[in-house]
């Protein structure tokens, strides 16, 4: 199997994901199309990418300076303006499924009838997605997780339609990252986000309970367990938003035992939404 990375990547999404997602590919060698709502939006995010690579340079991470790989990025205001030669386009917009078909349905028109097609949602039906497209066989998820340039791990998720060539692509791609893969068949919240939102519940129902403060679940975690960061760090760190809306979905499709507690939609509905909001479970600068 080739591991070389994709000559050209589209990245539909400039947020923390999208942003990500086109840092790795581009410190990995690809040339990169960054799309967002607008030229302006899309030239911020490619600031925001250029500022995150600078960052990784003065850590010592980049192996090349950060202006070499960010000139490997471009901005565009729409789908319309993806290379019609990429190799690979991944859709990483907010966890909407509507707005991530009509994302999707647009690349298609827009790229070659080779192109893979991914999309990163961490819950949603990709069978369903699948539906948006007139090529299902060249479609699966490719989830990756935050904050993308640092993590290890890409969840490659298959649905019915999936070409088994289209999954050995995106394999070879994955390993090109330097990132390893867990391929799952397509089922609500997959493995990751199946298992990490019910362990995140069950810890923001024993804040809601008094049970502990939210440093003291953390620490049992972190200590007695030896996770890399307690359940509701990573919370804020994920956003109380983004938990909410697929709590929600996995509620709707696997039933009460991923009810929402009612401190989560508090939260949510004060604002407090985490890291990104300065305050969730947390005091964030």
Not at 76 to 100: M, Q
Not at 117 to 137: D, F, H, K, M, Y
Request: aromatic fraction near 4%; charge should be negative.
């Amino acid at each position: 199997m080739s591991t070389s990375v994709p000559a050209r990547v589209g990245v539909i999404g400039g947020g923390r994901m999208g942003g990500g997602i086109a840092q790795s590919f581009a410190t990995a060698g690809s040339s990169v199309t960054l799309i967002e709502d607008g030229e302006q939006a899309a030239r911020l995010a490619v600031e925001r990418v250029t500022a995150s690579l600078r960052r990784a340079a003065e850590r010592g991470l980049l192996p090349e300076p950060a202006e070499t790989v960010a000139a490997r990025i471009t901005a565009a205001g729409s789908i319309a303006e993806l290379p019609h030669d990429c190799a690979l386009v991944v859709e990483a917009v907010f966890e909407d499924a509507g707005l991530k078909a009509t994302m999707l349905g647009e690349a298609e028109k827009a790229v070659g009838p080779r192109t893979l097609i991914a999309t990163n949602t961490s819950s949603l039906s990709v069978t369903e997605l699948a539906a948006a497209l007139q090529a299902p066989g060249r479609f699966l998820g490719m989830h990756f997780f935050n904050p993308v340039p640092a993590s290890a791990l890409v969840e490659l998720v298959i649905a019915p339609a999936t070409d088994p060539v289209t999954l050995d692509t995106a394999l070879s791609f994955v390993q090109a990252l330097g990132k390893r893969d867990v391929v799952v068949r397509d089922s609500p919240g997959f493995a990751s986000s199946r298992l990490g939102v019910a362990l995140g519940l069950e810890a923001i129902r024993m804040v809601e309970e008094g049970v502990a403060a939210p440093e003291a679940i953390d620490d049992a975690m972190t200590l007695g367990y030896k996770h890399p960061m307690g359940p509701l760090r990573l919370t804020d760190i994920v956003g109380l938003d983004v938990r909410l809306a697929i709590a929600e979905y996995l509620h709707a499709t696997l039933g009460d035992r991923f009810a929402p507690p009612r401190l989560l939609r508090e939260k949510v509905a004060r604002g407090e939404l985490g890291r990104k909001s300065g305050k969730g479970f947390y005091t964030w600068p």
